[in-house]
């Protein structure tokens, strides 16, 4: 709203730009299916999906990350990512999240309309548990990264912001 005022910290010295390994997000012997290298997970079921090992913390993932924390949830015991949207109005931001997995984790979602809402669906565990893992889940447990707050420039802070805003976050 006008005239609202969000106050940031301004970290000391050089931001070390931070990259998220996604394989320390898995226990080992919990998912017997996970496979790995130096550069990428994979996981054992036919698929043939492989997803990055490290995603970099930069203006494209924390939008998700913001739109995580507005719009989002985990469903399927954590392993699908989920995104409510307006269907009259928010077309285009579906769109950037479809455009934002690719990118950063070689993942297709999905878009089903469903009257008024439009839900993107994520079907990665990589995803879910990136996004679970830094950002909380449940309308309570929602955070905003610590590595957003205090490990990444003003540009990275204001795209998880705006996305955030533009979300239920206001």
């Given amino acids: 709203r006008p005239n609202d005022l969000v106050c940031l910290p301004l970290p000391e010295g050089s931001i070390n730009e931070h990259t998220y390994d996604l394989l320390k997000l898995f226990n080992e012997g919990d ?5 790995w290298d130096e550069d990428t997970l994979w996981w054992y079921t036919g698929h043939g999906l492989h997803v990055p090992r490290r995603v970099p913390l930069r203006q494209d993932l924390a939008e998700l990350m913001g ?3 507005a719009e989002g949830w ?5 392993n699908n990512a989920v995104f409510a949207l307006n269907a009259r109005t928010e077309q285009s931001v579906a769109k950037r999240l479809h455009d934002i997995v690719a990118l ?3 993942v297709k979602a999905t878009t089903k309309e469903q009257g008024t809402s439009l839900k993107v669906r994520v079907q990665s565990k990589a995803v879910a548990r990136l996004l679970s893992s830094a ?6 447990g929602k955070r905003i990264p610590h590595d ?3 490990n990444s420039d003003f540009h990275v802070q204001k795209a998880f912001l705006d996305a955030y805003v533009r979300g239920d976050g206001h």
């Fill in 67 to 69: 739109w995580y924390v």
């Fill in 104 to 106: 950063l984790f070689n």
């Fill in 135 to 140: 950002c909380g889940t449940g309308a309570a």
């Fill in 31 to 35: 998912d017997l299916a996970l496979r």
């Fill in 74 to 78: 985990l469903e399927n015991r954590g």
């Fill in 148 to 150: 957003i707050l205090f």
